[in-house]
């Protein structure tokens, strides 16, 4: 049972250039989330999906983008990186949208120079 | 004021001591309350949920004060693999998201 599976695992990006981070899980959970994680601010929520079909902003939207292409998946998209996107990303998920605790992928480390 | 609120530490304690840690809301509408944990440069895992009247868990004790707004993790007869980052998680009502805390770092030490 894989749970929540993040790729890739590292990555370094020169600044402007684009990728798509993506996160998958088998557990037939309704909602998913990605968060960032940089020294001594914690856990940002980027982007949710509470549910199939629909995604909202979190704290710190800008500059990212996100597909909830179906149940199981959901990718994070950065259109033009910055080195201010340095950081740790985390995708989550649970069974239901607040009350149910979040499951986490191994997270990704991105560098951008 | 922040949503969820955590000592950031470090706490030093040595194998065998008591801890305890505490982290405040500020919404007195949330409903769900969770403790994690994290290893240095791994993601957050569960520890435990916090129920309305108390859970315990082996060594770990979970409580949650409503008219203070605040939770609180108990941890008995440490041990040096609990060394680690505790992460306090609470709902945000209204919004179907959880928000994290910046979290609470414990060194045990021999």
């Known amino acids: 049972n894989a749970g929540v599976t993040q790729t890739p695992k590292f990555q370094v990006l020169k600044t402007g250039q684009s990728m798509t981070l993506q996160c998958a899980q088998d557990m037939n959970h309704n909602s998913m989330y990605w968060y960032r994680q940089d020294p001594g601010m914690g856990l940002r929520l980027i982007y949710y999906?509470?549910?199939?079909?629909?995604?909202d902003k979190g704290e710190v939207p800008n500059g990212y983008n996100v597909s909830r292409l179906n149940k199981r998946e959901f990718s994070l998209r950065l259109e033009s990186a910055a080195p201010s996107q340095t950081s740790v990303y985390f995708c989550a998920s649970t069974p239901s949208s607040y009350n149910s605790p979040l499951h986490f992928g191994n997270g990704t480390r991105l560098t951008v120079t | 004021r922040k949503e969820v609120e955590q000592d950031p530490g470090p706490f030093n304690v040595p194998e065998g001591a008591t801890v305890a840690f505490n982290c405040t809301y500020s919404?007195?509408?949330?409903?769900?309350f969770f403790w994690y944990r994290q290893d240095c440069r791994k993601e957050p895992k569960l520890l435990m949920s916090v129920y309305s009247s108390g859970n315990e868990d082996g060594r770990f004790t979970a409580q949650l004060n409503r008219a203070s707004q605040y939770i609180s993790l108990l941890i008995r007869d440490s041990k040096l693999s609990d060394s680690a980052t505790y992460l306090c998680?609470?709902?945000?009502?209204?919004?179907?998201?959880?928000?994290f805390g910046t979290g609470t770092r414990l060194l045990v030490s021999p």
């Open positions: 998680v609470v709902n945000s009502p209204g919004f179907q998201k959880l928000v």
């Open positions: 999906s509470a549910s199939e079909g629909t995604t």
């Open positions: 919404n007195s509408a949330s409903q769900s």
